[in-house]
């Protein structure tokens, strides 16, 4: 049996990256920092093992003993760290790293593995962990990993875009999704979708800024799960692999899907950043569009992990599963609200 290990595999990602190895026959290993429990009934074939990121002498001696012939680095954000970890794991059969979206520095439609330019890196960034320097960290982890390829490491990167999914964990635990933070790096945990399910499943009427059409390209969070198994067992070493939905979806289409899968309808109101402003709202005041950082669209191309035989869950299928998830925990996206007084107001004026 091939033996994997998932470093990070307790977050919402490596849950399913767990998964997936598990049902493809894999022998897993899980390394966390125990910041939340395990499984209380762990499935067949999966081991968990506490051990720190930073502290590189014990992350050896770690993975020494469990010997795995493929890795999925779910939880690298720091170069010095992806130093370490392209020497500790240079023999194994597949090392994967799992990058980001948030790593180019270009707009260009669609944003492609090796043409699209990545954010630079400065020695002044190193220290700091807020989500201003994570697409830089990221893609200097990036040039890293590419170099190690270099040296004869089997080594590849995976960058997904923004994930979503039910947030539940392969052992039913919702809570790993409590108190997390973009400045946690790990942004993917955060509820973006929860706040417009929660909002569409209450009111009939809500307030979209700009004209709807801001695109965010979204990934469902099997399918980099899956997308990480494939690139292990058939990805080139020293390639860069996007994953991303095969179907782009505007804020509005998703929300369309949104009110479709709870079957309802709802009326969407547009607002300029004018008019918003008249009501002591603005457009990153809304969640799906406060991350884009500016109206030109994050779209990346999904050719070459496309091309290893991967391909994305049908829309309708993963909102489905994620709607049904969100609304039976007790998330709603509070966090994100912008208002719903000063939304009703801006409502009832464009109204009359």
């Known amino acids: 049996m091939t033996s994997a290990l998932v470093i990070g595999g307790t977050g919402f990602v490596g849950?399913?990256?767990?998964?997936?190895l598990l049902d493809h026959g894999y022998k897993v290993t899980?390394?966390?920092?125990g910041v939340r429990?395990?499984?209380s009934d762990p499935r067949e074939g999966v081991s968990y093992v506490t051990v720190a990121r930073a502290d590189a002498d014990a992350l050896e001696s770690a993975a020494e003993r469990v010997d795995p012939d493929i890795v999925i680095d779910n939880a690298l954000f720091h170069p010095e760290h992806a130093r370490v970890a392209v020497e500790i794991f240079a023999d194994v059969d597949a090392y994967v790293y799992v990058s980001s979206g948030g790593v180019y520095d270009a707009?260009?439609?669609?944003?492609?593995e090796d043409e699209t330019a990545l954010h630079s890196f400065s020695a002044e960034q190193a220290g700091d962990n807020t989500m201003r320097t994570y697409g830089p960290r990221k893609a200097e982890c990036d040039r890293i990993v590419r170099a190690a390829a270099d040296r004869g490491v089997a080594a590849t990167c995976v960058r997904p875009t923004m994930v979503y999914g039910p947030k539940s964990t392969a052992s039913g635990d919702t809570s790993l999704v409590d108190a997390i933070?973009?400045?946690a790096d790990l942004p993917e945990l955060q509820d973006h979708h929860d706040y417009w399910i929660d909002r569409i499943d209450r009111y009939d009427r809500v307030v979209v800024p700009g004209d709807g059409?801001?695109?965010w390209h979204r990934v469902y969070v099997e399918d980099v799960a899956r997308a990480l198994r494939v690139v292990a067992e058939s990805g080139t070493p020293g390639e860069v692999y996007n994953a991303a939905d095969r179907t782009v979806f505007t804020m509005e289409d998703v929300i369309d899907l949104i009110a479709e899968t709870l079957d309802t309808t709802v009326d969407v109101y547009h607002a300029s950043r004018r008019e918003l402003a008249e009501f002591d709202l603005e457009p990153d005041d809304f969640v799906l569009y406060h991350h884009l950082g500016s109206d030109y669209p994050h779209v990346l191309s999904t050719c070459k992990l496309s091309s290893l035989g991967w391909d994305?869950?049908?829309?309708?299928?993963a909102m489905e599963r994620t709607v049904e998830e969100s609304l039976a925990s007790e998330r709603d996206g509070s966090m994100f609200d912008p208002g719903r007084e000063a939304e009703e107001r801006?409502?009832?004026?464009?109204t009359g």
């Not at 707009?107 to 492609?112: N, S, Y």
């Not at 994305?312 to 299928?317: D, F, I, K, R, Y």
């Not at 801006?346 to 464009?350: G, H, N, T, Y």
């Open 312 to 317: 994305s869950t049908p829309p309708e299928v």
């Open 346 to 350: 801006f409502i009832e004026a464009v």
């Open 107 to 112: 707009h260009e439609i669609p944003k492609r």
């Open 30 to 33: 899980v390394f966390s920092r």
């Open 181 to 183: 933070s973009w400045a």
């Open 213 to 215: 059409t801001a695109i």
């Open 37 to 39: 429990d395990y499984p």
């Open 15 to 20: 849950h399913y990256t767990t998964a997936e």
